[in-house]
């Protein structure tokens, strides 16, 4: 009786998996995507190269596509929106900027420039309405850190004494917007990757057990299920197929991590929390799904993405990459 009941419950298990796939809603675009915000179950922005922000208010079904006056030519990496009408953009290399608009993309405003040599800023992300955070790539050693509490209206740079410390050749990746997470309270948690591969998390450096020790090696994505359970991925980028130390988990906030006993397919830029034990994470060559906690994943999608979300409000699930945008079909 115990092994027809384990039978049953694999078979549920893994039909629940199969019958999910990603569907295109729009494809042959001509940017790359890697910025990623999805309101509710009808509003979501994307952000990616050539100076273009999309919005669709109908589920994806139709969009508005537009380009940024006066930075035609910029890689918008990372965006943030709040409602149909209000969201932050982040420009990333030098001269970094972050610009915000309150009519739906019409009109951007540039509430931040920074044009220190090195600059760098790789992810975006807000624990509500009001309070967001950046982090760039190292200055002088240490990670650069700016916040907001005003919706993105401004913006204030972290004292230095206060930055995370980073090892030399340790960066962060700008792949996806996402390894910087919000927790429960008013913190953040980023991951790094690069020549080391960190989590600071709490005030503290953690060392990962993901693939280091060259610059297209470490963490690109973190995602947060509660306060005590991430999940962490990347690898590799420069080769999409190779699953060694593409992914880890921890369940007691980073202390302790475990590898999955079925890996993610390949390199990934991209992981998401989803619901219960469910995550979902895409990269160059597909999209896995795992519906215990990251301890195994199967890939659903050879469709290549950077970038993964859930809707904010909502269970909506979309992915933007090189072209094109998916969404994920149950």
């Known amino acids: 009786m115990k092994k027809i009941i384990t039978l049953l419950i694999f078979f549920i298990f893994s039909q629940n998996i199969f019958c999910q ?3 295109i809603c729009a494809d042959s675009l001509k940017s790359s995507f890697r910025g990623l915000s999805i309101v509710n179950e009808k509003v979501l922005w994307v952000s ?12 994806g079904k139709s969009w508005k596509w537009m380009k940024v006056k006066g930075f035609e030519k910029t890689d918008f990496r990372d965006i943030q929106a709040f409602d149909e009408q209000r969201a932050v953009i982040m420009a990333v290399d030098e001269p970094a900027y972050i610009l915000r608009t309150s009519d739906g993309g019409m009109n951007w405003k540039v509430v931040y420039e920074n044009k220190t040599k090195g600059m760098f800023l790789d992810a975006m992300d807000f624990f509500d309405d009001q309070n967001g955070m950046i982090v760039g790539d190292p200055i ?15 913006w204030k740079e972290l004292a230095v004494e206060n930055r995370p410390v980073a ?3 340790e960066a962060c990746f700008a792949a996806s917007g996402s390894n910087l997470r919000k927790l429960s309270k008013p913190e ?8 080391t591969s960190h989590i600071f998390v709490h005030g503290k450096k953690i ?5 280091q020790g060259k610059e297209s090696t470490g963490a690109n994505s973190l995602a947060v299920k509660d306060d005590k359970t991430f999940v962490v991925v990347g690898g590799d980028f420069l080769k999409k197929d190779l699953i060694t130390g593409n992914c880890a988990m921890s369940n007691d906030g980073g202390k302790s ?3 999955p006993k079925t890996s993610p397919s390949g390199y990934r830029s991209c992981v998401e929390y989803l619901s219960k034990n469910k995550w979902i994470t895409c990269g160059l060559n597909g999209v896995d799904i795992s519906n215990d906690d990251g301890m195994n994943w199967k890939k659903i999608s050879d469709e ?16 933007a990459g090189a072209g094109r945008i998916g969404k994920l079909e149950e």
């Open 188 to 195: 953040s948690v980023f991951v790094s990757g690069g020549a």
């Open 21 to 23: 796939k990603v569907t």
């Open 257 to 259: 991590w475990m590898k």
């Open 304 to 319: 290549s993405f950077n970038v993964c979300g859930k809707a904010k409000k909502g269970k909506a699930v979309y992915f």
């Open 48 to 59: 990616g190269s050539n100076g273009t922000i999309g919005r669709s208010l109908d589920a």
């Open 207 to 211: 060392l990962l057990p993901l693939l």
């Open 140 to 154: 002088n050693g240490r990670f650069f850190i700016i916040t907001s509490s005003d919706s993105g209206k401004n």
């Open 167 to 169: 090892d030399s050749g």
